[in-house]
């Protein structure tokens, strides 16, 4: 059986570097410096998990983009399929929002959901802290992997997540935790990834 010593020689090479302060410095000033590389090091791991995303299979853990040629199917059916929305706001965000926000998602094979607008000022939508949800009727799809969301207006807003529930697509989140560029579609398209793994499992 074959042993990995990188960890002993990690572990060794660290000692040799502790001696030599040591001796350098003496007894007392090597346990000052080694509490302030352990008050580093655990600075360094609480800022990596606190500010980490988390990634899923859907990809819904990379960076949200523009899609500039994103072009909106507006031809809708109202009777084939019911989708539930859920929005929350993060708490970083303005106060509330006046601005209109549009969606839309969809699956790989050109099915859309179009929805021309959401906010509703008068219902106190997408105020700061907030989880609103939507009941949605649109074209039936297959998996979720694509969404955009479009602001128009001057108050600004940061959505956290955003959740699809439908009856033919799993449940799918996508993490924007971002505040939504003014004037631009502003999502994720993981369509792509989604297609090569019903290829490969068809295999």
């Known amino acids: 059986m074959t042993k990995d010593f990188s960890f002993p020689l990690h572990i060794n090479k660290f000692e040799f570097c502790t001696d030599r302060f040591i001796d350098i410095y ?10 302030v590389l352990t008050f580093l090091l655990c600075f360094a791991l609480l800022s990596i998990l606190s500010h980490g995303r988390p990634f899923t299979s859907d990809g819904s853990g990379s960076v949200p983009h523009a899609l500039k040629s994103f072009k909106v199917n507006e031809t809708r059916n109202e009777n084939s399929c019911s989708y539930t929305v859920s929005i929350k706001t993060s708490c970083s965000s303005t106060s509330y929002t006046r601005d209109q926000i549009s969606l839309s998602f969809g699956d790989a094979y050109g099915n859309q959901v179009y929805v021309p607008r959401l906010d509703d000022p008068s219902t106190r939508t997408f ?6 949800t939507f009941d949605i009727h649109g074209p039936c799809t297959y998996q979720v992997c694509y969404i955009y969301l479009y602001r128009s207006g001057y108050d600004g807003w940061k959505p956290e997540t955003v959740t699809v529930y439908g009856y033919n697509t799993k449940t799918v ?6 505040f939504i560029p003014g004037d631009v579609w502003w999502g994720f398209n993981r369509c792509s990834g989604y297609l090569a793994s019903v290829s490969s499992s068809a295999m």
Do not use: H, I, L, Q
């Open 26 to 35: 003496g007894k007392g000033r090597a346990k000052e410096m080694n509490k």
């Open 173 to 178: 989140t996508f993490y924007y935790n971002t």
């Open 127 to 132: 105020e700061r802290c907030s989880t609103d």
